[in-house]
């Protein structure tokens, strides 16, 4: 009687302890996927900023670059954020 309970007392834990990783595996994964949102954010508000600067100097071709090269630093934080929550979420 007493090796049963043992046995269904650690199989308790070790399936807690398999769904508590599982979560944070989740969790990480989700926080990973927002700081690469964030990071496009920024890196997309830069190149808008950019833009109107060379704007504002009237040159339109560099600000049409510094508006590109926002959206395309934008798309590679992503892209980043979203490998690194995959990479999270297969721990």
């Known amino acids: ?13 070790a399936a807690t302890g398999i ?3 599982s979560f944070a595996g989740e969790t990480t994964a989700t926080m990973e996927k927002m700081k690469g949102e964030a ?5 997309e508000a ?5 833009g109107a600067v060379e704007d504002a100097k009237g040159n339109k071709m560099s600000a049409d670059v510094e508006r590109a090269k926002g ?5 590679t934080e992503r892209a980043k ?11």
């Not at 954020?81 to 721990?91: F, N, Q, R, T, W």
């Open 1 to 13: 009687m007493k090796n049963q309970t043992c046995q269904i007392l650690v199989a308790c834990i």
């Open 19 to 21: 769904a508590a990783s």
């Open 39 to 43: 990071k496009a954010l920024t890196e």
């Open 46 to 50: 830069k190149g808008q900023v950019k």
């Open 71 to 75: 959206k395309a630093k934008a798309e």
């Open 81 to 91: 954020g979203e490998v690194k929550a995959l990479k999270e979420k297969a721990k």
